[in-house]
């Protein structure tokens, strides 16, 4: 089981960016896939998670409506809209993957990537 996060970046606030994961390894339709960040002196926070048997879950009321997590079966990949980015989404952002359900908590997703750092600033 392989994660690859990429997509990050540095915006200017009011941006956008899309996130993805690639996975590899294992059928992405049999797991759910989170997106977690972990800002500096944080902790890692769940953002949105898509299991096939769920659709789709946007954690927090200040991320909804602007953070959409989508996936493409075909391409084994997950994605991570993100729109109206403001300085205090700036984290690296994390996916991880877990048979079954979604779950907010990080401590029940075995297999992580590597962060993408994301830096909202002007």
């Known amino acids: 089981v392989q994660l690859q996060a990429s997509g990050g970046g540095l915006v200017p606030p009011g941006g956008s960016l899309r996130l993805s994961c690639a996975a590899s390894?294992?059928?992405?339709?049999?797991?759910?896939i989170g997106w977690f960040r972990q800002g500096p002196g944080k902790e890692r926070e769940g953002v949105a998670c898509?299991?096939?048997?769920?659709?789709?879950?946007t954690y927090k009321e200040s991320m909804k409506g602007r953070f959409t997590i989508s996936r493409d079966n075909a391409k084994n990949t997950v994605f991570l809209q993100m729109n109206s980015l403001e300085p205090e989404d700036t984290a690296v952002y994390y996916c991880?993957?877990?048979?079954?359900?979604?779950?907010?908590?990080?401590?029940?997703?075995?297999?992580w990537g590597q962060g993408t750092q994301v830096t909202v600033s002007s």
């Open positions: 898509h299991s096939v048997g769920e659709g789709s879950t």
């Open positions: 991880a993957s877990r048979p079954g359900h979604c779950s907010y908590w990080p401590q029940f997703f075995g297999s």
């Open positions: 390894g294992f059928p992405l339709d049999l797991y759910a």
